[in-house]
């Protein structure tokens, strides 16, 4: 069965970092694309970053030199450092699958629960 489970956040001071974990059980990253999406209260879901099968990472204009995609094979987890946080980027935050080669809108068939992150002072 192919899961994958959010974990990190919590809140932080505007400025401040948090990583979240997406651990993914059931398939390998070797084969699967994964995508970091938010969804901030009574916004639709935002695209944000994404990292390829085959390693390559992409950002959406609104984290750009902000966060990092990274990916541990061997603990088949992707990660999402975020550094410089703003109010803004208050949202629950959710990890995603695509088997499709590319990740950038990709259609997206496997999705965490989500967690909360919080930007507040």
């Known amino acids: 069965q192919l899961m994958l489970v959010e974990s990190g956040g919590g809140l932080v001071q505007p400025g401040g970092s948090l990583r979240l974990s997406c651990a993914a059980s059931g398939f390998s990253l070797d084969y699967y694309a994964i995508g970091w999406f938010r969804q901030a209260p009574g916004k639709g879901r935002q695209e944000i970053t994404c990292?390829?099968?085959?390693?390559?990472?992409h950002y959406f204009d609104s984290v750009k030199g902000r966060f990092t995609i990274s990916r541990d094979m061997a603990k088949n987890t992707v990660y999402l450092q975020m550094n410089k946080l703003i109010p803004e980027d208050t949202a629950v935050y959710y990890c995603?699958?695509?088997?499709?080669?590319?990740?950038?809108?990709?259609?997206?068939?496997?999705w965490g629960q989500g967690t909360q992150v919080t930007v507040s002072s």
């Open positions: 995603a699958a695509t088997d499709w080669a590319t990740c950038v809108n990709a259609e997206y068939d496997y």
């Open positions: 990292i390829s099968s085959s390693g390559y990472p």
